[in-house]
């Protein structure tokens, strides 16, 4: 089968008990009532779908939120068996369901994993229950530890962790703690997320500003902390927040990273299918009302051209532990990776990126990539490469000649460049 041809689903479920503080995705509480017709508006945008996709076979299926454990498994299972039915779903394929502990049912879990989900990502965040109350989540750790004891007793092997950093009046020793109580319940893959304050969330409105929130500098201790720690462990970090036993990588994110093809069902998912990127509404009931209803609920569309793949190329492929490679890059940009090249050893010299040498001795597809350093000032040092991505645009920007062709450029970058959340 051909690599290029297969394909990631993603399916948005934006359903759930309460809203936690710091929460901006599309996503509501007490809307239970909207699930039933959600549902069939689902249904019919597969079914719709699916026939104008049969060139493609699907290799991974992510049920993401929201809260997917919320929605119930009946409903999964169902949304499950209309994939199914496209006879292109491959037995190997990864599927996966969010779950927050406190909708993790034993019955339920067993039906996901009789129905063929074979990965389950929980929503934990903090092992400090008092910290948990204060961001408005609904469970306790005491759940996270049952949540993971019903999955594995369920047949689920594959298991994943969410955890966040930063967050009001976290220590560095709450968040150690946190690390090794959540790497006890021998998970095999952990996210840790550094708290990112939106605008229009309630933690915005009450903690923007605060003292209680860790600082630029302790977030940063706080993530080197983690990937040291998780390395110790035997957990490989593969993105700037992702972490894996080996061979338990997320084969759907790493779709997102790797640049390949996706198709999204549901309010405000996306989709990366034939060059095209689109997404679809975040109104729930207006998402629903316009499936049901045979109107439009496109809300972005844009054709991705061969500049476009490039520039995601360096931007996603940096975020991961792989890394970007003269030989990829040329073959897709048909361009000199040079300009690329000289700014990443300046990188290298001030210990933020390093190259890995090809194992088989071709210079071509020696991998560059950040180290832990540099993945914090990651926002920064790709906008560096992306701005370098061809001389017409290094030439345009003469503030990034005078400092990246001279020694010692990268010090006012570094002084500038945000932390990474």
């Given at each position: 089968?051909?690599?290029?041809?297969?394909?990631?689903?993603?399916?948005?479920?934006?359903?759930?008990?309460?809203?936690?503080?710091?929460?901006?995705?599309?996503?509501?509480?007490?809307?239970?009532?909207?699930?039933?017709?959600?549902?069939?508006?689902?249904?019919?945008?597969?079914?719709?779908?699916?026939?104008?996709?049969?060139?493609?076979?699907?290799?991974?299926?992510?049920?993401?939120?929201?809260?997917?454990?919320?929605?119930?498994?009946?409903?999964?299972?169902?949304?499950?068996?209309?994939?199914?039915?496209?006879?292109?779903?491959?037995?190997?394929?990864?599927?996966?369901?969010?779950?927050?502990?406190?909708?993790?049912?034993?019955?339920?879990?067993?039906?996901?994993?009789?129905?063929?989900?074979?990965?389950?990502?929980?929503?934990?965040?903090?092992?400090?229950?008092?910290?948990?109350?204060?961001?408005?989540?609904?469970?306790?750790?005491?759940?996270?530890?049952?949540?993971?004891?019903?999955?594995?007793?369920?047949?689920?092997?594959?298991?994943?962790?969410?955890?966040?950093?930063?967050?009001?009046?976290?220590?560095?020793?709450?968040?150690?703690?946190?690390?090794?109580?959540?790497?006890?319940?021998?998970?095999?893959?952990?996210?840790?997320?550094?708290?990112?304050?939106?605008?229009?969330?309630?933690?915005?409105?009450?903690?923007?500003?605060?003292?209680?929130?860790?600082?630029?500098?302790?977030?940063?201790?706080?993530?080197?902390?983690?990937?040291?720690?998780?390395?110790?462990?035997?957990?490989?970090?593969?993105?700037?927040?992702?972490?894996?036993?080996?061979?338990?990588?997320?084969?759907?994110?790493l779709k997102y990273w790797r640049c390949q093809?996706?198709?999204?069902?549901?309010?405000?998912?996306?989709?990366?299918?034939?060059?095209?990127?689109?997404?679809?509404?975040?109104?729930?009931?207006?998402?629903?009302?316009?499936?049901?209803?045979?109107?439009?609920?496109?809300?972005?569309?844009?054709?991705?051209?061969?500049?476009?793949?490039?520039?995601?190329?360096?931007?996603?492929?940096?975020?991961?532990?792989?890394?970007?490679?003269?030989?990829?890059y040329t073959n897709l940009y048909r361009s000199?990776?040079?300009?690329?090249?000289?700014?990443?050893?300046?990188?290298?010299?001030?210990?933020?990126?390093?190259?890995?040498?090809?194992?088989?001795?071709?210079?071509?597809?020696?991998?560059?990539?950040?180290?832990?350093?540099?993945?914090?000032?990651?926002?920064?040092?790709?906008?560096?490469?992306?701005?370098?991505?061809?001389?017409?645009?290094?030439?345009?920007?003469?503030?990034?000649?005078?400092?990246?062709?001279?020694?010692?450029?990268?010090?006012?970058?570094?002084?500038?460049?945000?932390?990474?959340?």
């Open positions: 089968m051909d690599e290029e041809k297969r394909l990631g689903v993603y399916v948005h479920i934006p359903f759930c008990a309460s809203k936690c503080g710091y929460c901006d995705f599309c996503s509501m509480a007490n809307q239970d009532k909207l699930m039933n017709p959600y549902q069939d508006a689902l249904l019919l945008q597969m079914q719709e779908t699916f026939p104008r996709l049969k060139e493609y076979y699907l290799d991974s299926v992510y049920f993401g939120g929201g809260t997917p454990s919320y929605y119930g498994a009946e409903r999964l299972c169902e949304l499950l068996r209309e994939i199914k039915a496209t006879d292109r779903l491959l037995r190997s394929s990864e599927i996966t369901v969010e779950c927050n502990p406190d909708s993790m049912h034993r019955r339920e879990l067993r039906r996901l994993r009789k129905e063929g989900v074979n990965r389950i990502s929980i929503g934990a965040q903090s092992a400090n229950d008092d910290i948990l109350r204060l961001i408005g989540r609904r469970h306790n750790w005491r759940q996270v530890i049952a949540g993971v004891q019903r999955a594995r007793q369920a047949g689920f092997h594959n298991i994943s962790i969410d955890l966040i950093y930063g967050l009001p009046s976290q220590t560095k020793e709450d968040w150690a703690d946190t690390l090794a109580k959540a790497v006890a319940l021998k998970p095999t893959h952990l996210s840790c997320y550094g708290l990112r304050l939106e605008e229009g969330t309630p933690m915005y409105n009450t903690y923007i500003d605060s003292p209680l929130i860790p600082d630029e500098d302790m977030q940063a201790d706080m993530y080197l902390y983690t990937v040291d720690f998780l390395e110790r462990r035997g957990f490989r970090q593969y993105e700037i927040s992702n972490f894996s036993r080996p061979g338990f990588e997320s084969r759907h994110n093809e996706y198709v999204g069902f549901g309010a405000a998912a996306h989709s990366y299918v034939a060059q095209l990127r689109y997404s679809y509404i975040r109104n729930v009931r207006g998402f629903t009302a316009g499936v049901l209803g045979n109107k439009s609920v496109i809300d972005s569309s844009e054709p991705i051209g061969m500049l476009d793949q490039a520039a995601e190329y360096i931007l996603l492929g940096m975020r991961t532990a792989y890394g970007i490679n003269k030989e990829d000199d990776f040079a300009p690329i090249e000289r700014m990443l050893e300046q990188m290298q010299e001030r210990g933020w990126a390093v190259k890995v040498p090809n194992k088989q001795g071709n210079a071509n597809r020696d991998r560059w990539r950040f180290t832990p350093s540099g993945f914090l000032v990651s926002n920064a040092l790709i906008g560096i490469l992306l701005e370098a991505q061809t001389r017409e645009k290094f030439d345009a920007n003469p503030w990034m000649r005078e400092q990246f062709e001279q020694r010692g450029g990268m010090e006012e970058i570094e002084d500038q460049a945000p932390f990474l959340h």
